[in-house]
């Protein structure tokens, strides 16, 4: 069986009981960084074998840690912090497990993006996770664009060092779209930044950015707006479920995330 187990992504209380006792009774733990991983073992004074798994050796290791859980072997696969396999290795271990009928299983717990999210304040409903910020220019623009022409919240992982070059960015494209940075989450010195590429690209050229950040954009307000296809959406609603206006016009504005109101003021045929 393998276990993909959460961790702490900073705190080192934020860890579940069923977390504690897989890596206690597991054969082996996989993990990115054994140095990394020590320290959070020896916390919690566990002791089994480490086995590096990562970005660079992953292919290379994946033949027989398919052979040992297929032999019966019960292992963990854990990262840095946080879930396995977000923006971190596991994906492909993961993969061959359900072609190969290998049982898995998912000990749940910290995610940055969820921790980011929630601490943003931005919707929580239609949002994107788009992982860490390309570095060439022209991937960083496209993907940047994707994120400002989104309906919803768009989440990236982002380094200290990165981070003014994309703010940069997002001030050249759109310079009003409401952004919150999201620094060293769960962790002594935690904070969340709000406002405009500009304030914060500000903020940064004076306070040194340091630590794990999480950079989100706001949903585009343009996207929200009414539009035809939800005037269709209704239509349609009403016709094969024989709804009454205004209850095809309540699931219709849940699903498109619009108030109601702003239907009613479009909807002429009210």
């Known amino acids: 069986m393998l276990y993909v187990v959460s961790t702490p992504i900073g705190n080192l209380k934020d860890f579940s009981f069923r977390a504690l006792d897989v890596l206690k009774e597991c054969d082996y ?9 020590q320290i959070l073992l020896s916390h919690y004074s566990i002791k089994k ?15 027989a840690i398919l ?29 061959e497990c359900h072609q190969k009928k290998i049982p898995m299983t998912t000990i749940p717990g910290a995610c940055a993006v969820i921790v980011a999210l929630l601490l943003s304040g931005f919707s929580s409903t239609v949002f994107q996770f788009l992982g860490f ?43 009003t779209r409401f952004l919150c940075i999201v620094r060293e989450a769960t962790k002594l010195h935690e904070e969340s930044l709000f406002g405009e590429a500009s304030i914060l690209l500000n903020h940064f050229q004076t306070h040194t950015p340091r630590g794990e950040i999480v950079l989100l954009i706001s949903g ?26 205004s209850e095809a016009i309540k699931i219709v504005a849940k699903l498109h995330q619009i108030p109601k109101r702003e239907i009613y003021k479009e909807d002429l045929s009210f």
């Open 29 to 37: 733990i996989l993990c990115e960084d054994t140095r990394h991983s």
């Open 133 to 175: 910020v390309p570095k060439k220019e022209k991937e960083r623009s496209l993907i940047l664009k994707t994120a400002l022409e989104y309906r919803g919240t768009s989440i990236f992982y982002e380094t200290p060092h990165q981070i003014q070059k994309t703010l940069f960015h997002l001030q050249k494209l759109d310079n």
């Open 67 to 95: 052979e040992d859980l297929e032999n019966g072997k019960n292992i963990a696969l854990i990262s840095d912090a946080g879930t396995p396999a977000i923006s971190d290795p596991g994906l492909q271990l993961i993969s």
């Open 49 to 63: 074998p480490l086995k590096s798994f990562h970005r660079f050796n992953e292919r290379m290791r994946l033949r």
């Open 220 to 245: 585009n307000p343009q996207e929200c707006r009414l539009t035809g296809n939800v005037i269709s959406h209704i239509n349609i609603l009403q016709q094969e479920l024989n709804l009454s206006r």
